[in-house]
């Protein structure tokens, strides 16, 4: 066997090798035109999550579905209970949409901001007020959308590099796990398998 085809049959089975450690943390059939990240991944970006933003104190898979949010403003805590339902993919930024499942939920201990929350609930049916959101983040009805530098998503990178700028994916979150619908029939060759499995490893490793 020539240097060439021994090489090119190493690069090959070391593909393989990370296909298969991937599939611990994805399911995904070249054929479908979806794909779920399973329990574990959901609970890794979790708390990557968590780690990462402030007012986020916790954030956890419901179980049944979509996730449960407690953000910190002030003296206030809100549980948002949410699931994805799309995400759209520009050229230099992410805009997705979640869908409230219940109304969120106001805690706090102190006696003033018990009235604020009175006056929420009354004024604005439960509604989180906007000016108590993040930037880039807006509410209506029961609807949440945000945007986001497309460079903060390294998931997004790693597995949706291939797809042309608009596409939009569809999400749902069911027991734990993320399904992920796409207009395009996807193989593991648009994968940047490289880049998924540091990000996993990492992760894992922060765990």
Partial sequence: MSIF???KTTVQESKQILTEMIKEYILF???SKQLILKKKT??????????????LKSLEPDLSEGLIATVEHKKVQVKIHFT???????????????????????????????YLIAGWQNFLGSKIPNGKLPEGVRVEADKVYYALP???????????????NESTLI??????E????????????????????QLFNQ?????
Avoid: H
């Fill in 171 to 176: 999400t749902s979150l069911k027991q734990g």
């Fill in 84 to 114: 994805p339902e799309k995400i759209t993919l520009n050229e230099n930024s992410i805009e997705g949409e979640l869908r409230l499942l219940t109304p969120p939920e106001f805690y706090t201990d102190s006696i003033i901001y018990r």
């Fill in 42 to 55: 959901v609970l890794l970006f979790c708390q990557q999550a968590v780690s990462k933003v402030e007012q």
């Fill in 150 to 164: 497309r460079n903060q998503s390294q998931l997004i990178e790693a597995l949706f590099s291939s797809l042309k």
């Fill in 29 to 31: 059939s070249p054929e």
């Fill in 203 to 207: 992760k894992s490793a922060q765990k």
């Fill in 5 to 7: 085809n021994r090489l």
């Fill in 178 to 197: 993320l399904m992920i619908e796409t207009s395009v029939a996807l193989s593991w060759n648009d994968f940047d398998l490289q880049k998924l499995f």
